[in-house]
């Protein structure tokens, strides 16, 4: 799929769903807009210079912000660096995190941001040069209780300590200003494989409780092998899943008998990719997505799963770990074909969730440990996952219809009560 039409891709699939539950809510026009509406969506530039092909370059790069709403707290979200990022991909997935928070009852509102940039392609200077660079011109727009970033695809730790580093220059020292720090600088405890962790907590709730599925029977495919979806192979093989199948951007590999994540891991860390793994049969990333099996866990990027793709699948349950993998008309394709989806705002929802539990933690100044952290955070899916539930069955709706309107009614009853 090129650029372009991801970006349709990720627009058109959540403004279905939100229509859907503007619909069934009967929201009026006014109502409808003002939700859809970002609060603000800045585009900066930000020059750095790189040392490329043996001289140094300028290259002014594009940042991006957008605060889509902040009814029911702070403005809170990931920071993505990928070379494909672009404005209306940020705005759909800032409305996003807005649903997700109001969803899991935290309280945030939604925004997302980046930088479009390989983070490969630079030296570790090199993108702190840029990341404190894009902090200098977001400062007056991020803050402890105004908008709060965190790691998404392509950052890490490392960038959210500098963003700390650099906002700190000019503020104060201000630890809950991003989440996902290291835990030298107010990390939370769980926070790096919360999101994976809750994916897989909700994974297994959905096999057994709805599909009956046997753990040691099923076989468990994920797509993208990054922070979300390794920690998920690592919950689900602890849990006594067979983990099938694993791919990266570079392909995927397969194995009947199961795949040792922790083989794969040191593999990667060495090699640097899943190419090649030994003992393994390799796979390409469409052949990963058609292989049955019993649970498939997207964890990559979004629009992987798309119509051109939905029919083959064999799944009988997707968790979407990943935001927005699965395009609208895949969405209705599969659910025609009775497939079980855990849509992405309730099923990734733990990184959010453990993000909110280390801004708490920076605010008491009060540190807890890591069972504290993971046992809230299964206390609270299991929560929101009943609620999502129960509506869907009342209602006689899908999980994603019943989600949504759960967040959308939440946030619209905010704005409500605060006045206009
Ligand atoms: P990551 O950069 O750590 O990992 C991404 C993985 O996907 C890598 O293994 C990469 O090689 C692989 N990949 C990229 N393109 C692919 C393709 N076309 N096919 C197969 N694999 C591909 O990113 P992450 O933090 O794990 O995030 C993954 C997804 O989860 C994103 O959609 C992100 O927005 C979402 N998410 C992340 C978090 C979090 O806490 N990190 C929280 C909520 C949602």
New binding site residues.
């Given amino acids: 799929m090129s650029k372009q039409d991801k970006q349709c891709a990720c627009q058109d699939t959540q403004s279905s769903f939100l229509e859907r539950a503007f619909e069934r809510l009967h929201l009026e026009d006014a109502e409808q807009e003002m939700l859809l509406t970002s609060f603000r969506e800045i585009q900066v530039s930000i020059p750095v210079v790189v040392h490329k092909n043996n001289k140094d370059c300028l290259i002014t790069y594009k940042g991006y912000r957008v605060q889509h709403n902040h009814a029911r707290g702070p403005f809170k979200g990931?920071l993505?660096y990928h070379p494909d990022i672009n404005m209306g991909e940020m705005r759909a997935?800032a409305q996003l995190m807005t649903w997700k928070s109001a969803l899991v009852e935290i309280p945030f509102g939604g925004a997302k941001g980046g930088i479009a940039v390989d983070p490969e392609s630079l030296s570790s200077s090199e993108l702190e040069a840029l990341t404190k660079r894009f902090v200098q011109k977001m400062a007056p727009l991020i803050g402890v209780h105004d908008d709060i970033p965190?790691?998404?695809?392509?950052t890490n730790p490392q960038v959210m300590a500098w963003i700390l580093d650099e906002y700190s220059k000019t503020h104060g020292f201000r630890m809950p200003v991003v989440t996902?720090k290291p835990l030298e600088l107010g990390g939370s405890e769980g926070r790096l494989e919360?999101?994976?962790h809750g994916v897989a907590h909700l994974a297994n709730k959905a096999a057994v409780e709805e599909l009956e599925l046997d753990p040691e029977q099923s076989g468990v495919v994920i797509?993208?092998?990054?922070?979300?979806?390794?920690h998920a192979a690592m919950r689900m093989e602890a849990m006594g899943y067979r983990v099938i199948a694993i791919?990266?951007?570079?392909g995927?590999v397969f194995s009947e008998q199961g795949i040792s994540i922790a083989s794969a891991q040191r593999y990667i860390q060495n090699a640097g990719?899943l190419l090649g793994m030994p003992g393994v049969e390799a796979i390409s990333?469409d052949e990963l997505l058609m292989l049955p099996c019993e649970i498939l866990i997207p964890?990559?990027?979004?629009a992987?799963i798309t119509c051109d793709n939905a029919s083959r699948i064999k799944a009988q349950l997707i968790v979407e770990?990943?935001?927005?993998?699965i395009t609208q008309g895949a969405d209705s394709c599969l659910q025609e074909r009775g497939i079980l989806i855990i849509p992405?705002l309730l099923a990734?929802?733990?990184?959010?969730l453990t993000s909110y539990y280390e801004w708490v933690q920076n605010l008491q100044q009060f540190p807890w440990d890591r069972e504290t952290v993971l046992t809230r955070l299964e206390n609270r899916l299991g929560r929101s996952y009943r609620d999502v539930r129960k509506r869907a069955t009342e209602k006689d709706v899908d999980f994603r219809t019943a989600a949504y309107e759960l967040a959308v009614s939440r946030v619209n009853q905010a704005i409500h009560l605060r006045g206009f």
């Fill in positions: 990931g993505r997935l965190a790691p998404d695809v392509g996902g919360a999101t994976g797509q993208g092998f990054g922070n979300v979806g390794f791919s990266d951007v570079t995927g990719h990333n964890a990559a990027l979004e992987t770990g990943a935001n927005m993998p992405d990734n929802a733990g990184g959010v």
